[in-house]
């Protein structure tokens, strides 16, 4: 790194997405000189709210699920009166009917009917006999559901989502989702007597005028940070044990103390000087993100599902879910109407990049008219947005790769590399700010 640079700051933070902002906020908060280098113009990555004349949706399905006492807390700091409590469950899309997600047998017994409902039960039995540890996501869904209702309901939809085939995935991209439904939880039933499980699925919180409220309330309250917006990083300086300072595509060069990275995984070995060897480079390239495709479509009803979210796993439709916003607060539409915000994860540079927004649109709101959803006379209007790196897919092939990357980047003893698209890992908001709040204290003990 040259002398003559253009600065310094006790922490970097590379990208403004929420777990950017996380660790600004709690670096901040310790007094610590904190700088935050974001590539567009907007922070808060793929963690925002648009806004359409009166209409309002976000970047995705997001929520914050009530699952860390300190991530409510403080969502209950910044956001006070703003801070909804949601009760709104998930549903699945299958053939015309709604189910409720997660499945109960119940629901399950009312479209399947008792032959094929008996046989996923026997399956789940026989699954888990002789599946023995959990190999893939594949093994892991067949498990917990069998065979017949995995293949239907879960399977589909996650090689939708992800883009490859379900026994190439890690079982780690299960998270929490593969619940509600095992042998325990159907005899329950079948037998009338409570499980002593409470769903919780649909519950959640939610800021009133949508998710980019969280991060903008963050960015208020961190007033001693730097963000600079436009913000591009070349190259990351290193003497092998350290980081020391980071040149932005401007040619800005800033010293730095510790450095927290939030961007893709791979573009920041890459930008590594000197380079980081020819294995973790290789390792690197089995790094594969999705991108994903928002379409908003805005409609004069007052109402079209009564879920937070719908899944749809059918191959026949080229969308993974769906998101009405004004269910998770009524400030996301005018009264008397309401949005629909549709999603579509695709690969960079595919059919859906190369298409243009109207095409894109129109061929959304035709299927949308076809499974009944709306009337092509009610639409009001409609927009497209599209983010980046919003998937990580973690691969059987993927996962491996990480474990030598994680083991190459440990050596560097002021860095730290943390969020999803940072850290390569499927994550919800709670875990970034967990993340966050975590690394923060790891800077914190090592300045001791």
Known sequence: MNQGNSGGTGVAVLGG??????????????????????????????????????????SGAHRIHDKNTDVTALASELLDNDLLTIDRPSQVFDSG????????????????????????????????????GKQSFEHSARRRYGRTIADRFLLNYTEKLWGIPCDRLSPELTGGRLKGLDMRRIMSEVLGVRSGQRDMEGVFLY????????????????????????????????????????????????SLEYLVNTTPLHRFLHALDPPAPSSII???????????LLIAVFIDQPSITPAATVYFPSRDIPFTRIAEPRNRSAAMAPVGKTSLVVEIAHDSGDT?????????????????????????????????????????????????????????????????????????????????????????????????
């Open 352 to 448: 859906w990049d190369q298409m243009n927004d109207t095409r894109i649109s129109e061929r959304i709101t035709g299927i949308l008219s076809d499974i009944g959803w709306i009337q092509s006379s009610r639409v009001i209007d409609t927009a497209v947005e599209r983010l980046s790196h919003a998937y990580p897919v973690i691969s059987l092939e993927a996962k491996y790769a990480l474990g030598l990357i994680e083991e190459y980047v440990s050596g560097f003893t002021n860095l730290r590399i943390i969020g999803r698209t940072g850290a390569y890992r499927y994550s919800w908001i709670h875990d970034h700010i967990v993340d966050a709040h975590a690394a923060v204290d790891g800077i914190m003990h090592s300045r001791e």
């Open 97 to 132: 009917h709604l189910l409720k997600f997660p499945f109960s047998f119940r629901n399950l017994f009312s479209l399947l009917g008792p032959m094929k409902t008996i046989q996923g039960g026997l399956e789940i039995l026989l699954e888990n006999l002789t599946i023995r």
């Open 17 to 58: 997405g929420i777990t950017g902002l996380a660790i600004a906020y709690f670096a901040s908060r310790e007094g610590l000189p904190v700088t935050v280098f974001e590539k567009n113009k907007k922070l808060g990555g793929n963690c925002t709210t648009f806004r359409r004349g009166d209409f309002s949706f976000d």
């Open 282 to 292: 290789s390792a690197s390239e089995s790094l594969h993100y999705r991108d994903l």
């Open 207 to 254: 800021p009133r005028f949508g998710i980019g409220m969280f991060t903008e309330s963050i960015i208020n309250r961190t007033r001693s940070a730097r963000f600079l917006t436009e913000t591009e990083i070349e190259v990351v300086y290193h003497d092998e044990c350290r980081v020391t300072g980071i040149r932005t595509g401007r040619g800005e060069e800033f």
